[in-house]
Every structure is written in structure tokens, then in C-alpha cells.
């Protein structure tokens, strides 16, 4: 099953949505299901300015004061505790995140997709680090051994031509979860909820365990010549 997820790192309910949705992945396949993640960037402030400013005091201005942004994060906080995330908004540095897809498409060309994407979440909620800066981002790419020219053009076609279909397809928030380009589940939605979906899309589409295992049995008996209606296998077929 291929399920794509639409998300921004400076979005605390997709820091939140992706570590629950891995949870859930672990505990589909262990059951014998079959998933394909695929990362596809989208921007809150595709206009932001990464010019060092904190989060708080960005929100504050965005959100009717300084009072009422501290009770959102104060909320936020505390669903993402519940997941083992700490998120340090104090420290936070609001950042235009477009250099920071760019990181995690070339990341994901090199088989390192997820590194990036929670090194990336962890560096901007929890270390307070500014993942607008290519300076930043260079250090990143090195950690997890990424080859990636920010200063130059690398990923930025990728990264614009899939901004540009998320807008198409009509998504404007997220995270949004994307289940073989047809059945969609928006937010961070609990562990157990998003299991729930990976089942009922198997199911829908033919690719839960015990579909694929009767479609395998199917094909074996097909190519066998001559093959009996009931043969010595121990079932039968119409």
C-alpha cells in the first residue's frame, strides 16, 4: 500500500501525526501488511522569512497575543508528551522551510528520507535550531551522511513540482495522510485510529494479508498445467 503524507517540519501536529502513523506502520506490518511512505512537502508560511525570529514572538504577532499563543503550544505540548516528543517553543526559530523539503527530497534519493525528516523536526522543536539557514542544514546533511548542494539548485525543481501538485490535489493542511491516491485522513489522528485506516484501505483495495494470500494461491494454481479442480495442495478452486 502506498501512503503519502503531506507535512511541514515547523508544524508541531505533523511532528506529532508522523510518530504516530510510524507506530501504527510497525504494528500493520507486523501483522503481514505491506506500506510504502512516501514524504511530500507542503508549506504553512511559504512567505516566512528566516531571519531568526522565535516562534513565540511570531505567533504572538499571527494569533492575537502573546498570551494566547502560549496556550496553544501549552496544548500542543501536551498531546506531544504523550507521544515522547518535548517541544521547546520557548527556543523554537520560525524558518521558511522550502531549503528544509529540499534536504529531505535529496535525503530520500539517497535512502535517508526519514533521518532527515525527524533530524529536522527534532532541530527545530527541540534543539532550537534555525532550519531556515543552509548553514544549519549543510551540518544536518553531514550528520546523517547526505550529499547536498543548498547553495545550488539540487532538489529545488523536485521540491516545487510536488508544492505545486499538494496545491492541485487541493491539500491546505496538515498533516494529511494520502492512501493510494484516493482515501485521505487529515490531522494527527491517534495511533490506533490510523491502524484503523491502513486496514480498512487493505481491505478496500484488495491488499490485506488475507486478499494477497488468496491472489498468490490463485496465480500458483493458474500456471500449473493441467492443475485439478480440487488438487493434492489441500483446496479447492471454482
Known sequence: MKVEIYSDVVCPWCYIGHTR???AVERYRAKG??????????QLAPDA???????RDWAAGKFGGAERAAQMFARVS???????????????IQANTFDAHRLIQLAVEQGKGEEALYGLFRAHFTDGLDIGSREVLAGLADRIGVKADLDGEDGAAAVREELARGRALGVSAVPLFLFEGQFAVSGAQPEDTLLAALEEVAERTGQSPAARAVKAATEARDVRDGADVCDDEGYCAV
Open 49 to 55: 522569512e528566516s531571519n531568526g525570529e522565535l516562534t
Open 78 to 92: 501536551g498531546a506531544a508528551a504523550e507521544d515522547g516528543l518535548a517541544l521547546d517553543f520557548d527556543h523554537a
Open 33 to 42: 501488511g505491506e506500506v510504502e511512505v512516501e514524504f511530500r512537502p507542503f
Open 21 to 23: 502513523f510510524a507506530r
